[in-house]
């Protein structure tokens, strides 16, 4: 991807499948991650992040499923929003995807951004203004998760998230029902990501301007949001 891609939503194609490449400077662009409303309940879809923004004065511009949740729609995981610690980093083992370890974490801090293996995360002493965690790892140190199989056989739409530079965040979802190992190949490969995190699959969402709405058909839980303002 080139540079002039680092603004908005572009589409592309890798291995005959379609994404949604949305990435974002976040030195430069209003990013945050929601779960709960003024009055502690759960947002649960964009329209509702839109107008909780819009009541303050900013636009939605792009938003996304960030992070696995719970059937109150609240984190699983690590969940960090404005500096505010409301789920602890979660380390447990267990069945589904969040505990196909390594799983990760996903942060803002200041100007810089980024995506950590959980372990890594909880040494290195990161105080992040938002923070979710999911799992599991796409890519981990420029190597897919060792236990995703180019032969695997589910296939779903998914989206996931990666950091280059510190401070470039890039969000992917598949047009199309994508394998485990091809998605990430997209990350690695495609993106130039050292390190990629999956956020989900089945009920991934987005939400641009620029390319309009995908999915949503399910209440979300933990999203991450752009915005304007004036």
Same mark, same amino acid.
């Given at each position: 991807m080139n540079a002039a891609a680092y603004a908005g939503c572009v589409l592309q194609t890798y291995n005959s499948h379609s994404y949604t490449v949305c990435?974002? !400077? +976040?030195?430069? %662009?209003?990013? %945050?991650?929601? /779960?709960?409303?003024?009055? @502690?309940?759960?947002?649960?879809?964009?329209d509702r992040l839109s107008q909780k923004l819009k009541a303050d004065g900013r636009t939605l511009t792009f938003a996304m499923n960030a992070g $696995?949740? !719970?059937? /109150?729609?609240?984190?699983? *995981?690590?969940?960090?929003e404005n500096g505010v610690e409301t789920k602890k980093l979660n380390r447990r083992n267990g069945g589904g995807n969040f505990h196909l370890k390594p799983n990760g974490v996903f942060y803002i801090a200041g100007n810089r951004?980024? +995506? $950590? %293996?959980? @372990?890594?995360?909880?040494k290195s002493g990161i105080k992040p203004d938002f923070a979710t965690q999911s799992g599991p790892m796409l890519v981990v140190n420029n190597k897919i998760h060792p236990r995703l199989s180019p032969t695997g056989t589910?296939? =779903?739409?998914?989206? &996931?998230?990666?950091?280059? !530079? !510190?401070? =470039?965040?890039?969000?992917?979802?598949?047009n199309d029902a994508v394998g485990f190992y091809d998605f990430a190949s997209l990350f690695k490969d495609q993106l130039g990501c050292k390190n990629a995190l999956f956020l989900d699959g089945s009920i991934s969402s987005l939400y641009s301007s620029e390319v #309009? /709405?995908? *999915? #949503?058909?399910?209440?979300? &839980?933990?999203? +991450? #949001? +752009?915005y304007t303002q004036p």
């Open positions: 990435s974002f !400077d +976040v030195q430069t %662009e209003h990013m %945050e991650l929601f /779960n709960l409303d003024q009055n @502690d309940i759960p947002l649960g879809n964009f $696995m949740f !719970d059937q /109150n729609l609240r984190p699983i *995981g690590l969940y960090v951004a980024g +995506v $950590m %293996e959980t @372990d890594a995360y909880a589910s296939f =779903k739409v998914r989206n &996931g998230v990666c950091v280059v !530079d !510190d401070h =470039k965040a890039m969000f992917a979802i598949s #309009g /709405n995908f *999915g #949503g058909y399910v209440p979300l &839980g933990p999203m +991450v #949001g +752009v």
